[in-house]
């Protein structure tokens, strides 16, 4: 289950790179644009907002937290002792599991309504999918999920104290 998880992990990852390069070249793109030819490419705000922002925020969220590169506040932990410290890691991976699976299953219900009804970016005269960017957050909120439960059953932080 590690393994599958792991994997699951850095192909988010791989998913939020490719969403920021593409992201890049489109805003890019504009820019060029705008100032070569005085043209720009209509919806490029739509699409880094309804599109590219969710899949490059939580395609990566999972993976900084797996690898132990969250942001993380210790105002008591270096007065406890280790196994105090531990149990509270643990509990932390606990809560955050089960907070993070109840957003994946809220967020779900959202993502499918957009996907049945077809939910679509209106740009210009194109219509791209905006489903995506719901599911997007969906499986990012379940693979953070993932994260915690491998965090904990694997004992805690992967990065040294």
């Not at 070249?25 to 599109?51: C, D, H, N, P, Y």
């Not at 900084?64 to 280790?82: M, N, Q, S, T």
């Not at 196994?83 to 993502?111: C, F, P, S, Y």
């Amino acid at each position: 289950m590690h393994k599958l998880g792991d994997g699951l992990i850095r192909a988010a990852d791989g998913v939020a790179i490719l969403a920021l390069t593409a992201m890049i070249l489109q805003v890019g793109a504009t820019i060029v644009l705008r100032e070569l030819a005085g043209i720009g490419i209509s919806g490029a705000a739509e699409m880094v907002a309804k599109l590219y922002m969710p899949l490059i925020v939580f395609g990566a969220l999972a993976g900084h937290y797996h690898a132990g590169a969250e942001i993380r506040v210790d105002l008591i932990a270096h007065w406890l002792p280790p196994g105090a410290l531990r149990l509270l890691d643990r509990l932390i991976e606990l809560v955050l599991a089960l907070t993070a699976g109840a957003q994946a299953w809220k967020t779900a219900g959202l993502a499918a309504r957009a996907l049945r009804i077809g939910e679509r970016i209106e740009i210009g005269t194109l219509a791209v999918p905006g489903w995506p960017g719901k599911m997007a957050v969906t499986a990012g909120f379940a693979l953070l999920a993932l994260a915690a439960l491998i965090r904990l059953f694997r004992g805690g932080r992967h990065v040294p104290r």
